[in-house]
């Protein structure tokens, strides 16, 4: 067979290419300038080896590898030697396509040689077994050149390898790197290009590697695991590789989102990238990201370059760049500006801002923050609220109350920055504005405070302009752990009172009613004044607390029509009832009758303006001095720092009247006579409420009105009153309570059982389906009435024929305002002829008790009915005024003496004008005494004036 002859072995081919990345000390990307498609070879020097670089593996931190010692250096000579040069490369072997062993040469010379001379590369031992190559031979002897003279990595000096040892810091607080380097430019190394508009790099200032998104500009994204790629994804990439790839940059950092991304502008040889890739038609402008760069013109000039000659992107069919949502800000609107003062703190995010300019109420969302939602204090145990908004509801609590003194009353500048589409059910966009007080951002004073969250915007929402200082505000916070961001150990327990709303189960019926209580236990109002009582008995049992306390600080937490206040009492963590004693704010629009009648909504819309813009949410101090009987406390209130008598600037405005019968007697709580001034005043320079003011008018009015009162008590008594004495002792039962001291009664014996006879006829007459088409109730008529309580019919007397009928029960002594339906004409079978009005009024000799509105009116009335209500009671009448009884009450069965034990528990006096020496009143006097000693009650501060006398 013949020899074969050993072929001679071709000549590698010599191919040219551009220098675009340095990923090591003997490793080299560069773009094959000789293949059709430009493609990117990674080229290993042959025959070398430099220090290994670190590396980093965030999926699998146990691959993670640091740096060789002196791999940096070596890295940072190759990088500066080749990055952006043309150089010729032979490939010796080829493991794939784009990844070959290559000898490099750069302007005619193997670049290994320069890099072993400086001692950065040793020629590797395979290398070193091929002794007759002659560039082998070279590259050894330079080695011994550079280790002989100590060069590179092989200087033996342990502090140069210590120096030259770069930090790599992978993980780190990104918020506080931003709050570091933001807006400062900063030198970088490309490090790699993920895609057109988003670049990783090395700090060697900071040891950081970071990822910058470019601000204001959005390439294709690159997806390296997917051949099917956007449109010039792959164009957008290589583009920015080939411009900044391993070089270095200039970096500003210019914001951040709330997935910790960096947002900045990069400029290598004073061009900047993101003009670059627009001008180039591969990527698009992005207004929310661009907002804080200083070129955002001429980031859209280089867009619009590229959208005219339809260089690439713009070449295909247009959508919006990916993640460029539609907003007010990107459709072009101007954002407006106002200028106002802050009247209401609606929620914690949300505040109503009055407009200089307009006068108009104008509400305020505050951009980019989310606010914990502001759960009432007494809906905490409420299902419809989720467990973490009850939770967070104490720092909605408190971050109300800061933005409460913070801002209300004050001037803010507001700057509207982005709307959103309405919410379901609703018409209008949602703006979102920046407020600011004294230059600051109140969002970021909010945000640093753990009391609002930030929004984690989706790319391309609109978002505040200093969406980056609230981030960091909110980084600072949590790392704090403050507010929002507090561990649940430390959450705050709420303890509170809320004294304005009745307890549960206040006004429950009783399980049993009495029989004699029927006409006014029953029903849906007789419920109301159960609970208004019960109410009443709560409220008066804090007031010695308050009374005690004098001037207490509070804030208003709510305003109501008719001038009924909410306070909170932070000291006491207490929500209490308040109206202003003596003091009116309704004006009563007149009926054509005469008489008072609804109250009149434009004076109460100028009210609440008025209270809107001086004490709603505002701190003002109180002094309570007593319960009313609707259950809230009275007393004044002072506004301007406890300087002014908010009462009197009511009055000065012609805003309130005075009711001047208690406001006489109020001496020791305010000054009578600047009320009755300041009233005056506002009446003679016709102010509001008294606009129609005419003082003669109105004398006549009262007395007229004076005079119908009488004449209607006289009607109602059926003759002047006339004192006369005369003892007789009467078995009687109670029907109806009007105070401590003041009831009617029915007397036992035959005209009672009469009177259930009575009742029981009138109610079988079928009176609910006989109604006469012409009956017209008039005051005065006798009628049988349809109490609400129980839908029972009654003998009654019209006492007032107004826009409402008002009944009084002629058998029971109450009365009630009905509706005409309700009413129907009574037979003569049930006429007073027949039997007269069973109902007497009665009251107690020789003690006055306080009216219900006062001080322990209530509660001397609750004591009188518990022991006098639904028994039989013996009546010792003393004296008659007209039909009036003046009795001395006892229950016989329990030995007790109503007038005396009224006395003995200080809940009655005996008034200065009783002259009797009797050894009853005596008693009386003794029980009296022994109250006064005790300090109970009435008694409690000791001796009290009697201000009848």
């Known amino acids: 067979m013949a020899e074969q002859q050993r072929k001679p072995r071709q000549p590698a081919k010599v191919e040219r290419g551009y220098v675009v990345g340095v990923p090591s000390g003997d490793s080299l990307v560069v773009v094959n300038l000789d293949s059709k498609d430009l493609a990117q070879v990674e080229l290993t020097l042959q025959g070398i080896q430099a220090p290994r670089l670190g590396i980093h593996v965030p999926s699998n931190p146990s691959k993670d590898r640091e740096d060789a010692p002196w791999s940096w250096p070596a890295r940072e000579f190759l ?101 570091k380097l933001k807006g400062r430019h900063i030198t970088g190394v490309v490090e790699q290009v993920r895609s057109g508009s988003t670049i990783k790099l090395y700090l060697p200032e900071t040891g950081h590697v970071v990822l910058v998104l470019l601000s204001g500009v959005q390439s294709p994204v690159y997806r390296f695991s997917d051949d099917d790629q956007e449109a010039f994804a792959r164009e957008a990439r290589f583009f920015a590789e080939l411009n900044v790839l391993n070089r270095d940059v200039t970096v500003v950092f210019e914001g951040i989102d709330k997935a910790k991304n960096f947002f900045g502008t990069i400029i290598v040889d004073g061009k900047n990238l993101s003009v670059k890739l627009l001008q180039e038609g591969l990527a698009k402008f992005v207004d929310w990201s661009a907002q804080k760069t200083s070129n955002i013109n001429e980031l859209k000039a280089a867009e619009e370059e590229a959208r005219t000659k339809s260089l690439r992107l713009w070449s295909q069919p247009q959508t919006a760049a990916k993640g460029q949502k539609k907003s007010s800000q990107a459709e072009g609107v101007s954002r407006s500006q106002l200028l106002g003062r802050v009247i209401d703190i609606i929620s914690v995010g949300t505040v109503a801002v009055l407009d200089d300019r307009t006068g108009e109420e104008v509400k305020i969302n505050l951009a980019s923050v989310q606010a914990p939602r502001l759960v009432p204090r007494d809906k905490l145990d409420d299902a419809k609220f989720t467990e973490e908004e009850k939770a967070n ?58 009391y609002v969250r930030v929004v984690d915007h989706r790319a391309g929402e609109q978002r505040s302009p200093e969406y980056e200082e609230l981030l960091l505000a909110e980084n600072r916070a949590v790392k704090k752990n403050v507010g929002l961001h507090a561990p649940k150990s430390r959450r705050p327990i709420v303890h509170y009172t809320d004294l304005s709303i009745p307890e549960d189960g206040a006004g429950k019926e009783p399980e049993a009613a009495a029989a004699g209580d029927q006409p006014k236990t029953f029903g849906r109002k007789a419920q109301q004044e159960r609970v208004t009582q019960a109410q009443v008995a709560r409220l008066t049992a804090h007031l010695p607390l308050l009374q005690r306390a004098g001037r207490v600080s509070a804030v208003v937490d709510r305003i109501f029509p008719g001038g009924k206040f909410k306070l909170w009492i932070d000291k006491d963590s207490t929500m209490i009832p308040f109206v202003l004693h003596s003091i009116r704010l309704d004006k009563l629009v007149e009926t054509e009758e005469g008489k008072p009648g609804e109250a009149d909504p434009a004076h109460r819309a100028k009210v609440a303006k008025y209270l809107r813009d001086f004490v709603y949410q505002r701190d003002v101090e109180i002094v309570v001095d007593s319960v009313d009987k609707r259950g809230n406390y009275a007393g004044t209130l002072f506004i301007n720092n406890g300087k002014k008598d908010f009462a009197v600037a009511l009055l000065e405005e012609g805003l309130a009247s005075v009711f001047h019968p208690t406001a006489q007697k109020a001496v020791k709580l305010f000054n009578y006579k600047e009320y009755d ?27 007229a009105a004076q005079a119908k009162r009488q004449a209607e008590r006289a009607a109602r008594d059926g003759v002047a009153a006339e004192k006369k004495s005369k003892a007789d002792i009467l078995s009687i039962t109670l029907t109806e309570i009007i105070d401590g001291s003041t009831f009617f009664y029915q007397i ?167 002259r009797d020496r009797s050894p009853l009143v005596q008693k009386l006097r003794e029980q009296e005494a022994t109250a006064r000693k005790d300090h109970v009650n009435l008694w409690q501060y000791g001796d009290i004036e009697d201000d009848e006398e």
Request: glycine share 6%; hydrophobic share 40%.
């Open 677 to 703: 001034s300041a009233e005056k005043g506002a009446q003679n320079a016709r102010k509001n409420m008294w606009s129609d003011f005419d003082p003669v008018v109105e004398e006549e009015r009262r007395k």
């Open 748 to 914: 036992l014996g035959e005209e009672q059982s009469a009177l259930d006879v009575l009742m029981k006829d009138l109610n079988a007459q079928n009176l609910d389906s006989s109604r006469p088409a012409d009956f017209t109730p008039k005051e005065g008529d006798l009628v049988a009435a349809k109490f609400t309580g129980d839908d029972n019919w009654y003998r009654g007397k019209v006492v007032s024929a107004g826009a409402e009928l008002v009944v009084y029960y002629v058998d029971y002594g109450n009365s009630e305002p009905l509706t005409a339906d309700r009413l129907r004409p009574l037979g003569s079978a049930f006429d007073l002829k027949v039997l007269p009005a069973q109902a007497h009024e009665g009251r107690l000799a020789y003690v006055r008790t306080p009216p219900l509105d006062d001080d322990f009116g209530r509660d001397a009335a609750a004591f009188f009915k518990e022991h006098a209500w639904d028994k039989p009671m013996v009546a010792n009448v003393q004296w008659r005024e007209g039909d009036v009884a003046h009795v001395v009450l006892g229950d016989p069965e329990a030995q007790v003496f109503v007038n005396a034990a009224l006395l003995r528990v200080g809940l009655a006096t005996i008034p200065r004008g009783v």
């Open 393 to 450: 509801a104490p720092y909605a609590w408190e971050a109300k109350e800061y933005l409460r003194k913070r801002l209300v009353g004050h001037k803010v500048r507001c700057v509207q920055e982005y709307a959103r589409e309405p919410a379901k059910g609703q018409s209008e966009n949602r703006s979102f504005w920046s407020v600011y007080l004294d230059k600051k951002n109140v969002a970021i004073e909010l945000a640093e405070r753990g």
């Open 79 to 179: 990088r500066r030697k080749l990055i952006g040069q043309g150089v010729v490369f032979r490939t010796t072997y080829s493991a794939t396509p784009n990844r070959r062993i290559a000898q490099v040469f750069l302007d005619g010379k193997d670049v290994r040689e320069d890099l072993v001379a400086a001692g950065w590369a040793k020629v590797n031992d395979k290398a070193n077994e091929n002794t007759r190559n002659k560039s082998i031979a070279r590259l050894q002897e330079l080695e011994r050149s550079a280790r002989d003279k100590q060069l590179g990595q092989f200087n033996k000096d342990q502090k140069a390898a210590n120096r030259a040892n770069r930090n790599v810091i992978y993980k780190f607080d990104q918020f506080e790197l931003f709050e």
